[in-house]
């Protein structure tokens, strides 16, 4: 299972910027797939994250309205659009599938590596 998360970058707040995770070894449809973050000095926060086989999703409050996630199932990706960046999104950014369907934003079993993302003031 490998999951490739790219797509960060500087910007400054208000922009926006767009995530993706590349994903294999897994059967897209019947795992979670989703988005952590990790600030210095914090813990990792699962903010994002979907099924796509029955559509459900998951937004943190902290970036509800102002990101969304997609799925492009025929290339196995996962995209995070993310708009109205503010100073306190800055953080490493990762991706994480589990098949279990419980396991949503939560206890992921498969992780890549992550992708930074800074947002000036």
């Known amino acids: 299972v490998q999951l490739q998360a790219s797509g960060g970058g500087l910007v400054q707040a208000g922009g926006s910027l767009r995530l993706s995770c590349a994903t294999s070894g897994i059967t897209f449809d019947d795992y979670n797939i989703g988005w952590f973050r990790q600030a210095p000095g914090k813990e990792r926060e699962g903010f994002s994250c979907?099924?796509?086989?029955?559509?459900?999703?998951y937004y943190a409050d902290s970036v509800k309205g102002r990101f969304t996630i997609s799925s492009d199932n025929a290339k196995n990706t996962v995209y995070l659009q993310m708009n109205s960046l503010k100073p306190e999104d800055t953080a490493v950014y990762y991706c994480?599938?589990?098949?279990?369907?419980?396991?949503?934003?939560?206890?992921?079993?498969?992780w890549g590596k992550g992708t930074q993302v800074t947002v000036s003031s």
């Open positions: 994480a599938a589990d098949p279990r369907v419980s396991h949503m934003c939560h206890g992921m079993d498969y």
């Open positions: 979907m099924r796509s086989s029955d559509g459900s999703t």
